[in-house]
């Protein structure tokens, strides 16, 4: 059940209480020097901020979150909202918790955002959540206290939406470990799992059987050997000479037949596409995703362009060829160009 929005406190609160204790003090003393400072007050203040939020914190899987909210509206308010956030961890010292504390809205200017807790992974876990709710918006000021204090600015979206304060109750409600980070999800699986479903699936090859199946004139079937490794990988170990080029985040719009971005040897579902990655893993998964596609024909190399330069296969490693393919659709001049393209 929600807990009711903790009582914001103003400057004004805050001055008429000093001048409260200070009438009260000449009453009984019989003369005109306040018994308190402005800033004793305010460091109460902060006290009664900092224990009304505590009181109305929920415990979620064995975490206090709360939220803390102020209206003063002074020069200094980052300080007085770290006057409450000490008064919070320190009231909290021995307990899991993560709060957040900050000015109540609507906002009409940049406001200041703290968020604490009992360790570094929640204070971590809120920021992240943080700059995912106030996208764009997040000033980051520093993060301190061993992590365990996140300080931010939040430039305003709309100064007549107030749905700021539900967001700072969200993030913190969503921040704690609700599973068991041991325990996986039911239905989730490993990725060895993955890949071991995906290669059951194939006919994997080796690269002496891939490139056999290169130069064999006896398939009925056209084959293609296709390079998924980003250019980092080409650059840094090589590739194989006239090998295609399609990297991996776009292997299935050049493949599949119903695709206007398709190449145009993609226009059958009998292709043979031997795809490789650097050591033989990511290829795999391709290789299954090209099957999802319906080219049921395709497969990968096993061990991929590590084994396949071990094997003494012809490699091109001073002038990597790179024949990647833009992310178009099909133009009837599209062979041409890419043909006379440097």
């Known amino acids: 059940m929600d807990s009711a929005p903790a009582t914001p406190v103003s400057d004004r609160q805050v001055t008429a209480i000093s001048k409260e204790k200070t009438a009260s003090a000449t009453a009984q003393n019989g003369n005109t020097r306040p018994s308190r400072t402005l800033d004793s007050v305010r460091e109460q203040v902060a006290v009664g901020v900092a224990v009304r939020a505590i009181s109305k914190a929920q415990d979620i899987d064995g975490v206090k979150v709360g939220v803390a909210l102020t209206l003063s509206s002074k020069t200094d308010l980052e300080l007085f909202l770290r006057h409450v956030v000490s008064k919070i961890k320190h009231s909290l010292i021995l307990q899991q918790f993560v709060f957040v504390v900050a000015p109540a809205g609507p906002h009409n200017s940049k406001w200041p955002l703290i968020i604490v807790g009992s360790n570094h992974i929640l204070v971590q876990k809120a920021a992240t959540l943080a700059c995912a709710k106030f996208l764009g918006r997040v000033r980051i000021h520093d993060t301190v206290a061993n992590g365990t204090r996140w300080v931010a600015h939040i430039t305003p979206e709309n100064p007549s939406d107030p749905s700021d304060d539900l967001v700072l109750w969200d993030i913190v409600r969503k921040t704690p470990r609700i599973l068991d980070p041991?325990?996986?999800?039911?239905?989730?699986?490993?990725?060895?799992?993955?890949?071991?479903?995906?290669?059951?699936?194939?006919?994997?090859?080796?690269?002496?059987?891939?490139?056999?199946?290169?130069?064999?004139?006896?398939?009925?079937?056209?084959?293609?050997?296709?390079?998924?490794?980003?250019?980092?990988?080409?650059?840094?170990?090589?590739?194989?000479?006239?090998?295609?080029?399609?990297?991996?985040?776009?292997?299935?719009?050049?493949?599949?037949?119903?695709?206007?971005?398709?190449?145009?040897?993609?226009?059958?579902?009998?292709?043979?596409?031997?795809?490789?990655?650097?050591?033989?893993?990511?290829?795999?998964?391709?290789?299954?995703?090209?099957?999802?596609?319906?080219?049921?024909?395709?497969?990968?190399?096993?061990g991929g362009f590590k084994a396949w330069k071990e094997s003494g296969l012809p490699t091109d490693i001073n002038n990597p060829t790179d024949v990647n393919v833009p992310v178009t659709p099909i133009s009837p001049n599209w062979a041409r160009d890419w043909l006379n393209s440097p």
């Open 182 to 302: 041991l325990v996986p999800p039911a239905g989730s699986r490993g990725i060895s799992e993955i890949l071991s479903a995906a290669r059951t699936r194939l006919e994997r090859l080796s690269p002496a059987q891939a490139y056999a199946e290169l130069h064999s004139p006896h398939l009925n079937e056209p084959v293609v050997l296709v390079d998924i490794r980003p250019i980092a990988q080409r650059t840094e170990f090589g590739s194989i000479p006239d090998a295609l080029v399609i990297e991996r985040n776009v292997l299935e719009w050049r493949f599949d037949p119903r695709s206007d971005a398709r190449l145009p040897i993609a226009d059958r579902y009998d292709l043979r596409v031997i795809v490789f990655c650097q050591e033989g893993y990511t290829s795999s998964l391709a290789a299954a995703s090209l099957h999802d596609l319906g080219l049921l024909n395709s497969t990968d190399v096993i």
